[in-house]
């Protein structure tokens, strides 16, 4: 439970007011938050100590996941860490990429398009996310090739090794003196031809390195054969055997299995892969991601990363985690949420909206049962029987036409039979339209994107294509003939919020920072005729000029967002946004 010291503390501060959340309280005490200076906390100057992890057998093993919980139980020891994603694919970022390719896009505060790993290191550690902290192959070898083409390499032969790998160890090396750890994942598997530069250059990292500075952390597969009743090491050995052809000696080895590995198949491993037998870390299925930090911890994994490094710690401070886990094991009620998208045939691509949602049913105490539900089920039908029978509906972002017809539908049951809804990016605009068309009388109202899809004029365009907006100090200008990587509205804008507005009550002040990814907005221009019908403009860009958040002020809890708040929410700090979601979905359980 939360620590009593620290929660009596808060309350003497507070008046002696209990907070809604004192699980947010507890976590700004206990979870780090980055530093402005390269100091460490007791005054002397640091360097980062490196570690790299890397993955064996087969992919989805849970490399991003046990990256994060290391960091996690580092920090929890005092220590300031900083996660980072290497990926070998050849594309620039993952910006262009099918979520069916990769899963969701998480997007930074400074507006890097990154692969959703990155979104578990920021909900476990509580560390914004930076580009530097992730790269491709392909924003290497673009690089790489733009420095060739202005002769920065004086005429030489341009070879893999060493320009790209000394590409490779210069972005590893960012910010190396503001931490006390830099943790380093290697996408993909070992044995992939792509991946064979960046293991290159880490090997060569660790060896420009003073001895003792770097070590290398293998996650790999023990599978259980049920035919003869047995776990078999020999993939993890032939995986350490492959790695170690390459010139790095795992120090660490992480062992997923379905089965617990008795004590001589730990010892087997150890000695066939030249690695200690407490360094041989097992890990197991667990029954929600947020137990990770705790369940490495027993097995003594920070333990034996700190061992290889040849420093003694204390105990770490898990006191958040074990709260976490217990409004996770333990809730005292469930609400029932749909989620009305259109890539719901992978989770993955909404990943970070089902972690957030996640985070407001353990703010709330309560289990948030999701349902993905394609929007395109019901755009020839009523949508009632589908969605009925749920507390609570989400329209989450997405791209293209395809499906839009549904998300409306979803928000005008929504609206119509007031259950609370939540429309992010995409979610937001079809709530718009759905308003322009039903409340406002705007009969053919729609969004510019699908003109440009069709390559006609069909709607009255109450979203358009954004063609400059301000980033600070400096214009930006976009046109639709542009190339689609990174050309978007990208990373962290402020907005005001509208004094008495719901969306004040809920962000509890007057203006807000969040990430925004995408190219068309709600045109400022229909605000009048909107807002008459009942659909209030309450959030706005600083200047006026773009609209952020809409919300009906009569509604039990309507309210879409342009931006997309589920890239902030943590287990321990859930977004205000998913917390108050989930606590109107609550109380229309209550009404049912």
Same mark, same amino acid.
């Given at each position: ?31 780090q938050r980055q530093p402005d200076t390269a100091r460490h906390p007791r005054g002397y100057s640091v360097m980062a100590r490196f570690v790299f992890i890397t993955g064996g057998v087969v992919s989805s093993l849970g490399k991003g996941l046990a990256s994060a919980a290391l960091g996690a139980l580092l920090q929890a020891r005092g220590h ?319 791209? #293209?036409?395809?499906?839009?017809? !549904?998300?409306?539908? +979803?928000?005008?049951? &929504?609206?119509? *039979?007031?259950?609370?809804?939540? $429309? ?9 339209v759905d308003a322009a068309r039903h409340l406002a009388g705007i009969a053919d109202a729609g969004s510019e994107e699908f003109d440009h899809e069709a390559g006609k004029r069909r709607f009255e365009p109450v979203i358009y294509h954004m063609k400059e907006w301000s980033e600070g100090n400096r214009t930006i200008q976009r046109s639709a003939?542009?190339?689609? #990587?990174?050309?978007?509205?990208? !990373?962290?804008?402020? +907005?005001?919020?509208? &004094?008495?507005? *719901?969306?004040?009550?809920?962000? $509890? ?74 606590? &109107? ?8």
């Open positions: 439970m939360i620590g009593p010291a620290i929660y009596s503390n808060f309350l003497a501060s507070s008046g002696g007011r209990a907070p809604a959340n004192p699980l947010r309280v507890v976590s700004r005490g206990l979870c300031r860490v900083r996660l980072r994603k290497l990926d070998p694919y050849l594309n620039v970022d993952p910006g262009t990429m099918s979520p069916y390719e990769h899963g969701e896009v998480f997007v930074t505060d400074d507006g890097a398009e990154t692969d959703l790993d990155l979104g578990h290191y920021e909900r476990f550690t509580g560390v914004a996310a930076r580009k530097t902290d992730s790269v491709s192959s392909g924003r290497i070898y673009s690089t790489v090739l733009e420095r060739e083409r202005r002769g920065d390499y004086l005429g030489k032969t341009i070879q893999v090794i060493p320009h790209v790998t000394n590409e490779i160890k210069d972005f590893i090396a960012i910010g190396e003196d503001e931490v006390d750890f830099m943790l380093c994942e290697i996408g993909g598997t070992i044995g992939d031809i792509e991946g064979l530069p960046f293991l290159e250059a880490i090997r060569q990292f660790a060896q420009d390195k003073p001895r003792g500075d770097c070590i290398f952390m293998h996650l790999t597969l023990i599978p259980y054969l049920a035919a003869s009743g047995e776990l078999k090491t020999k993939p993890t050995q032939h995986s350490v055997k492959e790695l170690r052809a390459i010139g790095i000696a795992p120090d660490v080895l992480v062992c997923r299995a379905e089965q617990i590995i008795p004590d001589d198949q730990i010892e087997k491993i150890a000695l066939h892969c030249n690695v200690r037998p407490d360094r041989v870390i097992p890990a197991y299925d667990m029954p929600s991601i947020y137990n990770a930090p705790l369940a490495y911890h027993d097995v003594g994994l920070d333990r034996a990363v700190l061992d290889a490094f040849g420093m003694q710690d204390g105990h770490p401070d898990l006191r958040i985690w074990r709260e976490v886990a217990d409004r996770v094991e333990h809730p005292e009620g469930e609400v029932r949420v749909a989620v009305v998208g259109k890539y719901t045939q992978l989770e993955d691509a909404y990943k970070s909206i089902r972690e957030a949602l996640t985070h407001g049913g353990i703010a709330n105490r309560v289990r948030v049962n999701v349902e993905w539900v394609d929007s395109e089920t019901f755009e020839e039908q009523d949508p009632a029987p589908h969605l009925e029978r749920f507390d609570a509906i989400l329209v989450p972002g997405g791209f #293209g036409e395809r499906g839009t017809t !549904g998300m409306m539908k +979803a928000a005008r049951f &929504a609206r119509e *039979r007031e259950v609370p809804y939540l $429309g992010i990016c995409l979610g937001m605009q079809m709530a718009v003939d542009d190339d689609k #990587g990174g050309t978007m509205r990208l !990373g962290a804008y402020d +907005a005001t919020l509208k &004094a008495g507005s *719901r969306i004040e009550e809920i962000y $509890g002040t007057p203006s807000i920072s969040e990430r925004h990814r995408h190219r068309y907005e709600v045109d400022i221009t229909y605000r009048e005729k909107l807002e008459a019908a009942g659909l209030v403009f309450s959030a706005m860009s600083p200047d006026g000029k773009l609209p952020e958040i809409v919300e009906i002020p009569d509604h039990p809890w309507f309210i879409g967002v342009q931006f997309h708040p589920e890239l902030k929410s943590k287990p321990f700090d859930a977004h205000p946004l998913f917390e108050g979601f989930i606590r &109107a979905a609550v109380d229309q359980s209550r009404l049912v």
